[in-house]
């Protein structure tokens, strides 16, 4: 048997869908020649649960607890996002304070949601007393949110017409006093990620992504912004109270991995700002307004700045309690071509089996929220799984 | 007891499995091996192989497409073995019981020696499960 010196063949690497660098259930197939991987594709269908069929079934109330439960990180946005659509088939004008508290809460989230990804990024390129560091000063976000809303993570704060709770004007000190001591740990994690030397070695050159693939394969959020695009729901289609709350869109010029742990860094600054500015200038008033079971019949269509990105939900109402169709399109989904693009090796530009754990994690993947397609053939009773391959070349069922 | 079983019972090492989560149950899980809650004093350890571990740690819904991936696993992991269902979806299916892609629990796939209810449990009751787990195993072996 002989080996050759050049690496001429092609080995395929299934990853997943359990695996040690993996939290989640997905199959990652790498092709690579030696230590390069030259080709990448992702089954993203192991957490289909049919959650848009569910809601099919469940009437509006029910629906937010639903929506909630599509992400466990993201719940607050995505909660915000289906209430924000609701309220748009009845066309109702919700209380200013209740929608400084989404806002407050939904950036709270937001810092929880970046603080964990930093954390989960320091464990993947095997920095785990960072990782330790990083969750230990999360505890105190979880604090807020569970005092703030009565549950750490699944949170039910927003509802059909505004909020479930009003804030306490101590749970307001509270809130300030951990927003300076968190921003001091987020500014000396800034310094560690811009001067440690294997942060620096794992993550920069790491997963490029050039601006204008970044457009072309419609890559959204941080990952996006990573790459020198200036989008964010926030700023471009302000929802709730985001006109009003002052903030910068995060954005960096190296395309790498190293850009998107930095974006996510200072846009956790920028949301700790927000915190302060909801909390110095909420109004007084009433949190909720009460609305009738059934909207009128109609459709809509709302988009909110999850921590992952832009996350879209739609909703076409029959004048029923229950929604005749649902529709959610979660940030990871878009960001999946973005990944395969980042984890192909192409001229100068290689990617090493070993950075693919880092580049993976660098767009926040949150598999949970993404949707994915089953086929079933009545018929012939066979069930599979539709491949984004198979999509991009749909010729119809079967 | 004999020194297999006394180092069974303060060194059992975990496998997370998420057969199809929200991502809220496996936040409190790794939420319980952070410094503030600290679960590793009770000598436990996250790996990631199922060939070194003894708890089967399982989060989410067990849906259709995830069924044969997890009894492998399981089937790959040493005797004797054991298994935590983690969260109200995998103790009974949660908010996704009824959905066309779901199982209705951990248990109708696998056998179940512990169940940690919550939506998601909070790090505190995921350590009493496992406590208590430990403590049934004491008992019971």
Not at chain 1, 124 to 152: A, K, P, Q, S
Not at chain 2, 118 to 123: D, I, N, R, S
Request: glycine content about 8%; some cysteine.
């Amino acid at each position: 048997m002989s080996f050759s010196s050049s690496y001429e063949r092609f080995f395929d690497i299934p990853i997943g869908p359990q695996h040690p660098a993996l939290k989640e259930p997905i199959l990652l197939r790498l092709i690579v020649e030696g230590e390069h991987v030259v080709a990448a594709d992702v089954d993203v269908s192991y957490t289909h649960r049919g959650v848009e069929r569910a809601m099919q079934e469940r009437n509006y109330i029910q629906n937010i607890y639903l929506a909630e439960r599509i992400c466990g990180i993201c719940n607050v946005a995505h909660t915000l996002c289906y209430c924000q659509n609701i309220e748009g088939l009845y066309d109702v004008e919700i209380p200013s304070r209740a929608l400084y508290i989404r806002v407050l809460v939904e950036e709270l989230a937001r810092i929880h949601s970046h603080l964990l990804w930093l954390g989960v990024a320091a464990h993947e390129i095997g920095f785990d007393t960072l990782f330790m560091y990083i969750w230990r000063d999360r505890e105190r976000v979880m604090d807020l949110i569970e005092e703030i809303t009565g549950n750490r993570v699944t949170s039910a704060i927003n509802t059909i017409g505004g909020v479930r709770r009003d804030i306490k004007p101590e749970t307001c000190d509270r809130c300030l006093k951990a927003m300076d001591y968190l921003e001091e740990r987020i500014k000396y994690y800034k310094k560690v990620c811009e001067i440690d030397p294997t942060v620096i070695a794992r993550c920069a050159g790491v997963g490029i992504l050039k601006p204008k693939d970044a457009i072309r394969l419609c890559a959204v959020g941080p990952t996006l912004r990573a790459s020198n695009i200036k989008n964010d729901v926030r700023a471009d289609d302000p929802y709730a109270v985001h006109d009003e709350v002052p903030f910068n869109v995060i954005v960096y010029d190296t395309n790498d991995t190293l850009a998107r742990v930095l974006v996510r860094i200072d846009e956790m600054l920028e949301s700790i700002n927000m915190v302060r500015y909801c909390i110095e200038h909420m109004p007084s008033g009433p949190v909720r307004v009460r609305l009738k079971l059934s909207p009128p019949v109609g459709e809509h269509l709302s988009r909110v700045e999850a921590p992952r990105g832009e996350l879209i939900h739609y909703v076409k109402s029959n004048g029923t309690e229950k929604p005749e169709r649902y529709k959610v399109r979660t940030p990871t989904f878009g960001n999946i071509p973005a990944l395969c693009e980042m984890l192909t090796s192409k001229g100068d530009y290689v990617v090493n089996i070993a950075d693919v754990p880092i580049a993976f994690a660098s767009i926040d993947p949150c598999l949970s929220c993404t949707a994915r397609v089953v086929m079933l053939d009545r018929e012939k009773e066979k069930l599979w799984v539709g491949s984004l391959d198979r999509l991009r070349r749909w010729r119809g069922w079967g | 007891m004999g020194i297999t079983m006394w180092s069974r019972l303060r060194s059992p090492w975990l496998l997370h499995f998420n057969t199809g989560g929200c991502n809220g149950c496996d936040i409190e899980v790794l939420a319980a091996l952070t410094p503030r809650y600290d679960l590793e004093r009770f000598g436990c350890l996250l790996k990631g192989s199922p060939r070194h571990a003894d708890v089967m740690v399982v989060t989410g819904p067990v849906t259709r497409q995830v069924r044969d991936r997890l009894i492998r696993v399981y089937e790959q992991m040493p005797e004797p073995k054991f298994v935590v269902a983690v969260g109200a979806c995998a103790c009974s299916g949660g908010v996704f019981r009824g959905c066309y892609n779901v199982y209705p629990g951990l248990d109708a796939v696998l056998p179940v020696d512990a169940y940690i209810p919550g939506c998601p449990p909070k790090p505190e009751a995921i350590i009493n499960g496992v406590a208590a787990l430990l403590a049934k195993l004491g008992g019971k072996l």
